[in-house]
């Protein structure tokens, strides 16, 4: 077994569906990665391949950008994830949850899996690395515990303007006096079900509120699920060979990563749940100009 995860914690995770307060980075390690992402903010606004920097960072950076995918190598989430889902690991996708100072951003209640076109499996699961204060004045994920055990539940789209999800999808009814906050210290990560009920409220505080999601799966995801599918092998091996395996990026927008890029978005478009054809992502971020401090 290895050591990035207690006896408890496991348990904790099994149980609840989801784990708070996990070290990811240091301080060091955690400004210098917040550092990058602002840089490539500043310097890369306009994206590449036609497709805004926001693009990448609303779904499969880790494709593209190298310092996505680095990130979504960290020994130290591996160890953990490998904890929860075995040995053999691949990343499936790679987004950032950005929301500006003071930004009425929400993100309703939903699970996961609803939307991604693999099925319902408990070998996937979120690691949210916090690389700012996330605190509950700034939004941080509410969880409901043990609501992974209720099964894929019934979502409705309400497209609501403040609703970082792109249809705004959200699940009919939830006791939030359920609901337990995950507040995070810059560096601290969670983990949470893809069948969890999660949502997060606005960012009332004076900073970005910044998380980078990564989407761990197992090679056994593929056993069940439809259509193709495209995943990075980080740790471990993928005998089964059911996801497509991408190597990452070789530099920064490099040509050839960006063509598998679209034809990646392409194919998984191909197999989504219906109705979410525009992009394969759940959601959309704020772009800065927005920010509304
Ligand atoms: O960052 C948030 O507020 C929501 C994140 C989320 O829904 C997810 O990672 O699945």
Redesign the pocket.
């Known amino acids: 077994m290895p050591m990035g995860l207690s006896l408890e914690q496991i348990e904790a995770y099994q149980r609840d569906g989801f784990l708070t307060r996990i070290r990811a980075f240091d301080l060091n390690e955690v400004a210098m990665a917040r550092q990058a992402i602002e840089a490539l903010e500043e310097q890369c606004s306009d994206g590449a391949g036609g497709h805004s920097l926001n693009q990448f960072f609303r779904v499969n950076g880790h494709l593209v950008i190298p310092l996505l995918a680095e990130i979504s190598k960290a020994e130290t989430i591996l160890d953990s994830v490998e904890a929860l889902l075995g040995p053999n690991l691949l990343v499936w996708s790679v987004e950032l ?1 950005i929301k500006e100072p003071g930004s009425g951003k929400t ?1 309703s209640w ?1 699970q ?1 899996l609803t939307y991604w076109g693999m099925g319902d499996t408990d070998d996937e699961v ?1 690691a ?1 690395i916090a690389l700012s204060d996330v605190s509950i004045e700034a ?1 941080c ?1 509410r969880f409901i515990p043990g609501s992974h055990k209720e099964g894929m539940v019934a979502h409705h789209d309400t497209f609501c303007d403040h609703n ?1 999800l792109s249809r705004g999808q959200e699940i009919g009814s939830v006791d939030e006096s359920q609901a337990v906050f995950g507040a995070l210290r810059p560096g601290e990560m969670s983990f ?1 079900h893809g069948r969890c009920f ?1 949502a ?1 409220g606005p960012n009332l505080s004076g900073d970005r509120r910044i ?1 980078v ?1 990564i989407r761990y799966v197992t090679p056994d995801v593929r056993n069940e699920a439809p259509g193709r599918d495209y995943a990075m092998l980080v740790r471990g091996q993928d005998a089964a060979k059911g996801w497509i395996n991408v190597a990452g990026p070789r530099r920064l927008f490099a040509p050839e990563d960006l063509t598998a890029y679209d034809q990646i978005l392409q194919d998984q478009s191909a197999f989504l749940t219906e109705g979410a054809l525009d992009a394969v992502s759940l959601y959309q971020h704020e772009q800065q100009q927005e920010t509304s401090a």
């Open positions: 949850f993100v939903h996961d979120t949210w939004g994920m970082l949470h999660h997060s998380g999601a």
